[in-house]
């Protein structure tokens, strides 16, 4: 593989990291390209119709990398492009070739529903991606469509080869639903093991936009290990996770998986992560319903220091814990109605970024 052409290392820059009210760093930024998507996964945007971010409110790629020099500059070391669908942002492996430019970086990666991944995958390595994660929850064409409301299974799997091929490092990341795939738990990591990915089980999550969610849905990191333990023998917990989302394990084969248990097991202790909408808005927690509007500061002149100034302020204050506070409600069911989603995209979790 050659090498990264990311510029600045974490030697390079002797910062303090700036910390939040809980005393965690500012270490990772997931910056959504646009809410828009071509599947209607049913955990995500189950409804027919959506209210839309008005286009013209996007930032550019000029504004969407500066406020990722900010960030960097405040200490983050991680990016993340998300969307909605990423692959929808035209001209986005010229994104990447900007941010990849950008001093302090030491990880880029994007998550993708991977339908459009085939035609793009080589042009996104090109430009400086190296670690791509492509959402594939199905092994079946026809559960895919009934999942997804599109007949585009095909090419995800494509998209993934083509990922492999172009020599991205590919994760897959699989939410399971109680009574649609949580049969395909050993078929999706033989699967993973075999286009030579890590695959991740995401624990099915009340966020905005999940308006079907209910506690009964989610398959729970317990019962993901013990179907593994059941297809593959024992598993072997690594160490390491830091501000992971995901637990890592390995199987006696030497294949690794992960679990993303934000339900039952949520890690809000380690969250390092904020998240910024494609229209930008900065929201410091995933269930976060007020966001600071960092492009009225940009397109209002701000200077860096001002902006700056902003985060840092912001993130020292920050106390959120949203998922641990949801596992301690008595009743727990769909986080936003959505009456509220219609009134506010921002809620949900297709302008989040997931
Ligand atoms: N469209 C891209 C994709 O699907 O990979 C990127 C955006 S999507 C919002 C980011 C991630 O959020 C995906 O891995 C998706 O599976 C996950 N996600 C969406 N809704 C979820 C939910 N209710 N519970 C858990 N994960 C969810
Ligand atoms: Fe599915 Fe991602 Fe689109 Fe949500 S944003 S509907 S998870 S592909
Ligand atoms: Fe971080 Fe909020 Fe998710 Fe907890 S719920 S891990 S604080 S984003």
Request: with cysteine; glycine share 8%.
């Amino acid at each position: 593989m050659r090498s990264l052409p990311l510029r600045g290392r974490l030697s390079d820059v002797n910062r303090p990291a700036l910390r939040d009210s809980l005393q965690r760093p500012l270490g990772a930024l997931r910056l959504s390209v646009t809410d828009r998507c071509n599947l209607r996964c049913n955990y995500c945007m189950p409804e027919e119709e959506y209210t839309w971010l008005p286009r013209a409110g996007l930032l550019n790629f000029d504004e969407l990398t500066r406020v990722a020099r900010l960030f960097l500059e405040l200490g983050v070391r991680r990016i993340r492009l998300t969307g909605g669908e990423p692959l929808l942002r035209r001209g986005l492996s010229e994104l990447v070739r900007q941010l990849g430019a950008l001093d302090g970086l030491d990880e880029l990666a994007m998550t993708t529903n991977g339908v459009l991944l085939g035609s793009q995958a080589a042009q996104l390595f090109e430009a400086g991606l190296r670690r791509i994660t492509v959402s594939l929850d199905t092994l079946s064409a026809e559960r895919f469509q009934r999942l997804t409301r599109k007949n585009e299974h095909a090419q995800v799997l494509a998209g993934i080869e083509a990922a492999c091929s172009a020599g991205l490092v590919v994760k897959l990341d699989t939410v399971l639903l109680r009574g649609v795939n949580e049969d395909e738990i050993a078929p999706l990591l033989a699967y993973a093991a075999h286009v030579g990915a890590e695959l991740r089980f995401i624990e099915y999550m009340d966020v905005g936009g999940a308006t079907r969610w209910e506690p009964t849905s989610v398959v729970s990191r317990t019962e993901i290990l013990a179907r593994v333990q059941e297809a593959f023998g024992t598993i072997t917990p690594k160490d390491g996770r830091g501000a992971a989302p995901a637990e890592t394990f390995s199987l006696a084969n030497g294949t690794s998986f992960g679990v993303i248990a934000s339900v039952t097991t949520p890690f809000c202790g380690a969250c390092d992560r904020s998240r910024v909408t494609a229209d930008g808005l900065w929201y410091t927690c995933l269930y976060a319903t007020r966001g600071l509007d960092l492009k009225a500061q940009l397109r209002s002149g701000a200077t860096d220091e001002t902006l700056r100034a902003l985060l840092e302020a912001a993130w020292t204050k920050r106390d959120d814990r949203g998922a641990e506070e949801r596992k301690t409600l008595p009743h727990r069911e769909a986080l936003i109605p959505v009456s509220a989603l219609r009134g506010d995209p921002h809620l949900e979790m297709h302008t989040r970024g997931g």
